[in-house]
């Protein structure tokens, strides 16, 4: 079945809460349940949805999920991302997507965090760098990594060639 959906990067994913309005409406019921456990910093949680809790052979799924328990609504996220893969597993998602556009949103977040994070240790190690050749080294290597890193290699390149004017 098809859940209403919004674009995250190039594709279609679901968001929970249109995965469970869909599941309500078709299985008024229907049963939603979560368990949680803690492992120190992360929480696991364990969800299953059964269609129809008044017939013993009924279509049912369950699917888990695990994150940190740090920031905002961190817990509630992990449970919903349980609780969303669950539905896609009865049907309930986007073409086929078992991923839930919070997954995709806070993935690409994710990989956004780690890029920054390599960019600044980029910057570092340009920082050090003492000539003009190892510049024009260290560009060839790492260029086409964003247009932050660019502008900070050009600015070392100046730095660079005003030193070696002097």
Do not use: W
């Amino acid at each position: 079945m098809k859940v209403k959906t919004i674009k995250v990067g190039a594709a279609d994913y679901a968001k929970v809460a249109e995965r469970i309005k869909q599941f309500r409406e078709d299985c008024p019921s229907g049963s939603i349940e979560s368990k949680f456990q803690f492992m120190g910093d992360t929480v696991i949680f364990t969800s299953t949805v059964i269609k129809d809790l008044a017939n013993p052979s009924s279509a049912r799924a369950t699917a888990n999920a695990q994150g940190t328990n740090k920031g905002v609504k961190a817990f509630e996220k992990v449970e919903s991302i349980s609780v969303g893969r669950a539905l896609a597993m009865l049907g309930y998602c986007a073409d086929g997507d078992i991923a839930t556009s919070e997954e995709m949103e806070e993935f690409q977040d994710y990989q956004k965090t780690k890029k920054e994070e390599m960019v600044d240790d980029l910057m570092a190690q340009v920082d050090d760098i003492k000539t003009i050749e190892e510049l024009r080294e260290f560009y060839t290597k790492h260029k086409g990594l964003g247009k932050e890193l660019d502008a900070y290699i050009t600015n070392k390149s100046k730095e660079l060639k005003e030193t070696n004017k002097k």
